[in-house]
């Protein structure tokens, strides 16, 4: 579900500089329409500021509280092990298609008790909004909400979809938009991004095989491999903030984004030694690849958690293999030499 940032005619960079605005909601606030090329909703809570924001976030925690997420890690690590060798027999096969797409799907039927919806969530592809066709649209999302919106309400199932359905905000039972807002951000921070982070580890360790020898033989490194990963592959590299609120504006001047580069923070090099190289043994890593301050991505907790068991499994599985053909979009400068799109990955055993 990739996301089409308006046209922002600044952009915040660098560290210090993007925490601090990250944390300033008055100034650079988050009140705006995204995509809205292809849906009229808000993404809640992604899309309002506080004092609101707070109540939907603590609504919605619970589902994604670090316990929470290491309660599925047994089925993540059965999900990884049997996508890890049916994409290894054969021939060379696509990454992103073949491997991090279907596991991705997999871990959020886990996740969200929705085995049965795997399959479809699949067919969407790589991106939800060009399902159907090249053009932008959102029909065969808003297809899929309307149906499990009123799915949840009939109580038939048991499900994440149920309980966001029947949430209580300040007394009142969220509305039919409201579902449609949080559900498609949980079904969009979940998918691209996590998609991203697994094709990248495919495709570095292929490309330097020394680099998985090291976490072969020095399994401590994996938690800070990572978040090395997350932050070199920066999966959402740019948001947009606006500085006049939306909701009831009376006029909304075409200047009012702001972009938020967590891209550059990720490669200030007054934080990170040698920025444009991948390095496992940082002493620190305060990179910002889930966001700083009211809106910290509240998936956090499920991205480590599904990487690491995908990166476990793949150096349990004793397999090295080979990129045999890529298909890469770069940033612009000055991060020209770091991946912005996998559009298609090949890999096979050495």
């Given at each position: 579900m990739s996301v089409v940032n308006s046209k922002a005619l600044r952009l915040i960079t660098g560290h210090a500089e993007l925490r601090q605005a990250l944390r300033d909601t008055s100034k650079y606030s988050s009140d705006l329409q995204g995509d809205a090329d292809v849906r009229k909703y808000r993404q809640i809570p992604l899309e309002i500021d506080p004092p609101r924001h707070h109540l939907y976030r603590a609504a919605l925690a619970p589902f994604f509280v670090k316990p929470a997420i290491e309660h599925h890690i047994p089925a993540f690590q059965n999900n990884a092990k049997e996508l890890i060798e049916k994409y290894f027999k054969g021939d060379s096969k696509e990454v992103v298609s073949q491997l991090a797409l279907p596991l991705v799907m997999e871990n959020l039927g886990v996740i969200y008790n929705r085995s049965q919806d795997v399959d479809e969530w699949i067919s969407w592809g790589p991106d939800v909004w060009t399902a159907e066709s090249k053009v932008r649209d959102g029909a065969v999302l808003h297809r899929y909400l309307d149906r499990i919106y009123e799915e949840a309400l009939s109580r038939k199932s048991s499900d994440i979809w149920q309980e966001i359905a029947y949430l209580e905000i300040e007394g009142s039972r969220i509305t039919a938009e409201e579902f449609r807002g949080i559900a498609?951000?949980?079904?969009?921070?979940?998918?691209?991004?996590?998609?991203?982070?697994?094709?990248?580890i495919i495709w570095h360790l292929g490309n330097h095989p020394a680099d998985l020898e090291l976490l072969r033989n020095n399994r401590h490194l994996t938690t800070a491999a990572i978040q090395e990963f997350l932050r070199y592959l920066s999966p959402l590299p740019v948001m947009n903030r606006t500085t006049v609120p939306e909701t009831a504006a009376r006029e909304l001047p075409p200047d009012r984004y702001v972009g938020m580069s967590f891209i550059s923070a990720n490669f200030d090099e007054s934080v990170f030694e040698e920025p444009f190289k991948i390095k496992f043994d940082r002493p620190r890593n305060p990179h910002l690849a889930f966001g700083f301050g009211p809106h910290t991505c509240l998936g956090n907790h499920v991205a480590e958690i599904e990487a690491k068991v995908f990166l476990e499994t793949l150096l349990d599985s004793n397999l090295t293999w080979n990129i045999t053909k890529e298909e890469i979009s770069y940033h612009g400068s000055p991060h020209q030499l770091i991946p912005e799109l996998f559009k298609a990955i090949y890999a096979k055993i050495s």
């Open positions: 498609g951000v949980l079904l969009a921070g979940g998918r691209d991004t996590v998609v991203k982070l697994f094709t990248g």
